[in-house]
């Protein structure tokens, strides 16, 4: 039996629509039966500006910083993948450990030797495309005439130039007939903080798939480097004795950053980076590449490159502005 909802001191008649007691009579003790109304029809509910404004602060917050960049890279021929800084790369089984960072991205991890005129140098890089689309610095393969590139599994590729911004001392370079490699996921630098720790991945001085770990030390901060050739070439490994071009809170480090320099805002780490380093990845403990390792302090002692070592003041820049920059670099940019 199905109640129905009355107001309080309402109550049925038990011989209403019962035709035995049609024409019973009625006790006057009894008070009249109350009249019912029929219930108005539901009114339809409004949508208004609120309701419509809250369902789409959802799929903002849903989407994120990662909407321009989304709708940008499908454009391309293959796909880079992104994701918040929230998203875990690493196994649950090894969240928020550096062997479990290291064994998620590694694969990921190419060493790059380039040679030129101005001598060889060595750095690393970070594969964004299963195809072999690998970003690096520009100093790494700056005035390269041939590249050559090893992937953590020991296989060795060819590889050319797509496109360079030395204002930002970013490259991309392709892999000539590669396929099914290890991508990278690219995180959010703008939600890294100060304190959150951190793995870096890269080949200092040719050793291939070296991890070191860190905290971010700051944020922001400017970094001057050469632009030039051949100083850019030496600043890769120094095997050929050259000076580390580095400029630091207007000091210089390792010799004259030359006249022609770029100035970035980057992350800075105490994560080891050495001579080799630049162009690999600085991770959070998500598995995110949050950065691209491009630069280190050395104590001003140090006259080259090859004396320089890591004293706990690495910079890398920001993964966000690589994104924005990764349109402009597959296009074919040589700045």
Request: proline share 5%.
């Amino acid at each position: 039996m199905t109640e129905s909802l009355r107001n309080s001191g309402e109550y049925e008649n038990p011989y209403q629509g019962d035709q035995q007691y049609a024409t019973a009579p009625v006790n006057p003790e009894w008070p009249p039966p109350p009249a019912y109304a029929p219930a108005p029809a539901p009114k339809k509910r409004k949508r208004g500006p609120v309701a419509l404004l809250a369902a789409v602060a959802i799929v903002a917050a849903a989407i994120g910083g990662g909407t321009a960049y989304g709708i940008q890279e499908l454009t391309g021929n293959d796909t880079v993948a992104s994701s918040s800084t929230s998203t875990n790369v690493v196994p649950s089984s090894q969240k928020g450990t550096v062997s479990g960072v290291a064994k998620a991205v590694s694969p990921s991890i190419v060493e790059i030797s380039a040679d030129s005129n101005a001598g060889s140098s060595t750095g690393s890089g970070v594969i964004i495309t299963s195809d072999g689309e690998i970003i690096t610095n520009n100093h790494v393969v700056s005035g390269a005439s041939q590249i050559k590139v090893t992937t953590n599994d020991g296989k060795s590729y060819t590889a050319k130039v797509v496109g360079t911004d030395s204002k930002k001392d970013l490259a991309l370079i392709k892999l000539e007939n590669a396929s099914g490699l290890k991508t990278a996921t690219l995180g959010d630098s703008a939600g890294v903080g100060v304190g959150d720790q951190v793995v870096a991945i890269g080949s200092p001085e040719g050793l291939t798939g070296t991890v070191t770990s860190g905290i971010i030390s700051a944020l922001d901060r400017d970094v001057t480097v050469s632009t030039d050739e051949s100083q850019g070439q030496e600043q890769g490994q120094g095997q050929q004795g050259g000076e580390w071009p580095f400029e630091f809170g207007g000091r210089e480090f390792n010799g004259d950053t030359g006249s022609d320099t770029t100035t970035y805002k980057a992350l800075q780490t105490d994560a080891s980076l050495n001579p080799g380093n630049s162009g690999g990845a600085l991770i959070d403990m998500n598995g995110n590449i949050i950065g691209i390792n491009s630069a280190m302090y050395s104590a001003a002692g140090a006259s080259s490159s090859a004396a320089a070592g890591s004293v706990g003041l690495g910079f890398a820049i920001p993964i966000n502005t690589v994104k924005a920059d990764l349109a402009t670099l597959r296009a074919g940019s040589t700045d």
